[in-house]
């Protein structure tokens, strides 16, 4: 099958292309900025915008099924192109889907379109969702972008959405890492004496890529399937990390009241260094930490994430040898 996939260089991205390569499908993968060596002649790289309509028109022309990863990723209260590409961009990656007669379309959206706030400590398919204007950009952002995408489906457009938590894991040869996963870098080196208390639900990115394949070739048009893992406190994820590398984790955790209580200081402060990790959005999802029933994803698509340690695990090991890992990460997932 001739397959494209939107945002295919960034974290996720790579951890998907591997899979459909395997699989046998011939790959598209489209970024603004084009690898100057490929390293898979399975995969044909192409510069493409998700916020210009003749230029997806021409992208996705020929393919059956379209990925769509592309999002601006933020923690700030407000961010206009972060609004504009999770929202704009995916009408117009689904606009040109069904102009040009792609057959599915598999959207990325969040578990941030849930109103976490709000949810009553536990997220299902049924949650209520991110309409709160207080809400971070990002929240907002990707609860708009399935509205956006739910008028082409009324259109006629097959489209499912996928909603992954907090995404960690191999492999991850962005620059910077993952915030998740220089924590945990961090945390393996023995570098990390202190953690703020709080924790979130956690999933492998490489369960996530396969949660989209899953929903590519099983999910009802339309509906929406949380991609989640399991929920771990923020502490567990930094022991683990630094005694799979025989170093020492933190040793106390910092009350996330207490860092709440003095957010108004620290926030400026983030601002001013560049740093969105000392923010109000950033420390509001650790504290809500709202448990999230993947059962629907399990029960209509057989999804099973792998655990929490495995992860660790596997993404320690990254760490130490990436080149290595990659390999024999790829011919597992063969």
């Known amino acids: 099958m ?7 260089a960034g974290y996720l991205g790579s951890n998907l292309l591997p899979l459909l390569t395997a699989a046998g499908h011939e790959v598209t993968a489209i970024d603004r900025v084009v690898p100057e060596q490929p390293t898979d002649p399975r995969v044909t790289w192409v510069s493409g915008d998700v916020l210009d309509p003749a230029s997806m028109r021409k992208v996705l022309a020929g393919n059956e099924l379209v990925y ?43 578990i941030h379109a849930f109103n976490q706030y709000t949810c009553g400590g536990r997220i299902d398919e049924s949650t209520v969702r991110s309409t709160d204007p207080a809400l971070p950009v990002y929240d907002r952002s990707k609860w708009q972008g399935e509205i956006e995408l739910r008028k082409v489906i009324d259109k006629g457009l097959d489209a499912v959405i996928c909603n992954p938590t907090g995404v960690f894991g191999p492999a991850d040869h962005c620059t910077p890492l993952s915030r998740v996963n220089k924590f945990l870098s961090d945390a393996s080196k023995g570098k990390l004496p202190a953690m703020i208390s709080g924790g979130f639900d956690m999933v492998d990115v ?86 999230v029933d993947h059962g629907k994803a399990t029960a209509e698509l057989g999804y099973q994430p792998r655990s929490t340690e495995e992860t660790v695990r596997d993404l320690v090991a990254f760490f130490n040898d990436p080149a290595g890992f990659a390999a024999e990460d790829i011919r597992r997932i063969a």
Request: aromatic letters at 2%; glycine letters at 10%; a positive charge.
């Open 2 to 8: 001739k397959v494209a996939v939107t945002g295919a």
């Open 68 to 110: 769509h990863l592309v999002a601006v990723i933020t923690l700030s209260e407000k961010n206009d192109l972060a609004w504009k590409v999770n929202t704009e961009g995916a009408r117009v990656v689904a606009e040109a889907a069904l102009e040009v007669g792609v057959r599915r379309m598999v959207h990325t959206s969040s």
């Open 206 to 291: 490489r369960d996530v890529a396969i949660g989209l394949t899953l929903a590519a070739a099983k999910g009802r048009t339309g509906e929406n399937y949380l991609l989640g893992g399991a929920m771990a406190t923020n502490m567990d994820l930094c022991r683990m990390s630094a005694n799979c590398n025989g170093k020492k984790g933190p040793r106390f955790t910092v009350p996330a009241k207490l860092v709440a209580g003095v957010m108004p200081v620290l926030e400026p402060i983030g601002k001013l260094i560049g740093s969105e990790v000392l923010s109000k959005a950033a420390l509001g999802a650790i504290v809500s930490a709202p448990l």
